[in-house]
């Protein structure tokens, strides 16, 4: 046992966690929308400190949304909030996409695949299996109001899957209309002989996303609920909820959560559950507040973590996400005739093949996600081959997005910062942006080989760059929902007036 201060536990954008244990390994699950590879799984003995276990899928359907094709995008949408299980030796994820309107089931005998994908009948929003030990199975979803349905187990070409036997779809649980936001983020489990379901939602009257919990004898209900907890950890006044319990080898129960925590995403914290004979509801942390310390048990002591994020000489191929290390993704599906690796020289060249009106529209950006509270990176550039309009450089990915970067005028180099800042919309943005950045600073280039920096904090949700020294002006940073994802560091390259140009990358730290 030891104790020590850890939330949050991931100081990433890992939203929409779902978490279970085999063995002594927990699995948690995460929301990548519209990144790829996707539906990234990681891996624990601690429930503190995680890696990388394994990426889903590398495609999800290739419609030209997720693509990139033309201005279609899937921004805001793609893979969302999965249920993870493990049932008779198999990995079930369940999950939809709202740019497809489809559920999806991936299953495996193994977290490192190969993955069989289904799909169910019907849109399971925020979805959660439950295998209950008599052999049926459930599936409750849905957004104020909560439905169940029964699925049976189906054998697959691979292996297994799931389907809807059955179209007896309950509601059972309902939302009042005094909410921001009614009832969805279902978790579903059956605990001592009785039915839990773990929701999410807003009361008007608390202002902030709220923990509750329902309860019942019988799957169908009826259910009794309440609300458990709102606390916000003194932090923004956003409130800590949504995600999946677990339950360790010694019989302690814990739970994973997320916290809206501005331009970095939406972070994981970690709090302990216990329960009282007296009431049938679990107690969050200290009675409704999350502890900053307490003890965790480590299933695997002296084990070395992988971080999630980190600096890249692009020499090794890791042979998972599309060749890199797993802590990279593409901004959507990649085109990878478009993108070459040369491992001797540590480069990565990226080509065009279309017209953009902006940043937001380029294939193959190559991202990672941000660390809260501050993070910066600095890359190599070899903007050489820009054909003329292109641009290429270093960017922070979101909405409000920012960069800077080489562009190729009148023959010449210059370099460039610039941003987007989204004003239509409200907090809802503007997910088909057709507008192109604001120019904040440009001087001509001695060469077209440059070393580009980027720093984030997160105290204010700022952003400036460098070269090594500060150039351009501080950049505002903030999560809306067009987008949907944190902040990310993004090697990009775009055309504006003629395709085929490329770009070379090297040396990235961060």
């Known amino acids: 046992m ?8 991931i100081k990433l954008d890992y939203p929409d966690p779902d978490i279970i244990r085999v063995d002594n390994t927990y699995y948690m699950v995460s929301t990548t929308m519209y990144f790829m590879p996707g539906c990234e799984i990681l891996r624990s ?27 279609d995008n899937i921004y805001g949408q793609g893979m969302w909030a999965a249920s993870l299980r493990y049932h008779e030796g198999y990995f079930f994820v369940v999950f939809v ?53 029964e699925l049976s187990l189906k054998k697959a070409e691979l292996g297994v899957t799931l389907t809807d036997n059955t179209s007896d779809d309950r509601v059972i649980i309902s939302d009042s209309d005094d909410v921001y936001l009614g009832y969805e983020g279902a978790h579903f489990y059956k605990i001592n002989g009785k039915y839990y379901i773990f929701l999410i939602h807003m009361p008007k ?43 360790t080898p010694s019989g302690k129960w814990y739970s994973i959560l997320f916290q809206d925590s501005g331009a970095v995403g939406r972070i994981p914290v970690l709090m302990p559950i216990t329960w009282d004979e007296a009431s049938p509801y679990p107690i969050f942390g200290d009675d409704g507040k999350i502890p900053e310390d307490f003890e965790i048990e480590d299933l695997n002591p002296g084990y070395n973590y992988t971080p999630l994020v980190g600096s890249d000489d692009f020499k090794s191929d890791d042979g998972e996400s599309f060749g890199f290390m797993s802590r990279w993704q593409f901004n959507h599906e990649p085109d990878l005739s478009l993108v070459k690796r040369d491992t001797a020289k540590g480069t990565v060249t990226i080509t065009t093949d279309k017209l953009c009106d902006n940043l937001v529209q380029a294939k193959n950006i190559l991202t990672q996600r941000t660390l809260f509270p501050s993070c910066t990176c600095r890359m190599d550039v070899d903007a050489s081959d820009l054909s003329e309009g292109d641009y290429a450089g270093l960017c922070i990915l ?11 005028r009148d023959g010449k180099f210059y370099l460039v910062q610039g941003n987007r800042e989204i004003t239509t919309g409200g907090f809802w943005g503007e997910r088909h942006d057709t507008e192109s950045f604001v120019e904040q600073e440009c001087t001509e280039l001695d060469s077209p080989k440059v070393t580009l920096h980027a720093n984030i904090c997160y105290d204010d949700d700022t952003a400036t760059f460098g070269y090594p020294q500060q150039f351009g002006v501080i950049n505002k940073l903030q999560f809306k929902l067009d987008h949907f994802t944190g902040a990310r560091f993004g090697l990009f390259v775009y055309s504006t007036k003629e395709a085929s140009g490329s770009a070379s990358f090297s040396n990235f730290v961060y």
């Open 398 to 408: 979101e909405s409000n997005y920012c960069f800077i970067g080489v562009t190729k």
């Open 45 to 71: 003995y601690d429930l503190v400190h995680w890696e990388h276990a394994a990426f889903v899928y590398d495609r999800l359907d290739s419609t030209p949304a997720q693509r990139l094709e033309d201005k």
């Open 97 to 149: 996409c709202n740019d497809t309107h489809k559920t999806y089931v991936y299953t495996s005998r193994s977290i490192d695949g190969p993955w069989e994908k289904n799909y169910l009948d019907g849109f399971y929003h925020d979805n959660s299996v439950l295998f209950d030990d008599d052999g049926r199975i459930y599936i409750v979803s849905g957004n104020k109001d909560i439905h169940i349905k």
């Open 205 to 247: 009257s608390i202002g902030k996303r709220t923990e509750a919990v329902f309860v019942a004898d019988d799957p169908y209900g009826p259910y009794t609920g309440k609300d458990v907890m709102y606390d916000d950890r003194g932090y923004r006044g956003s409130g800590v909820a949504q995600g999946g319990v677990v339950q």
């Open 2 to 9: 030891n104790k020590e201060s850890i939330n949050p536990i």
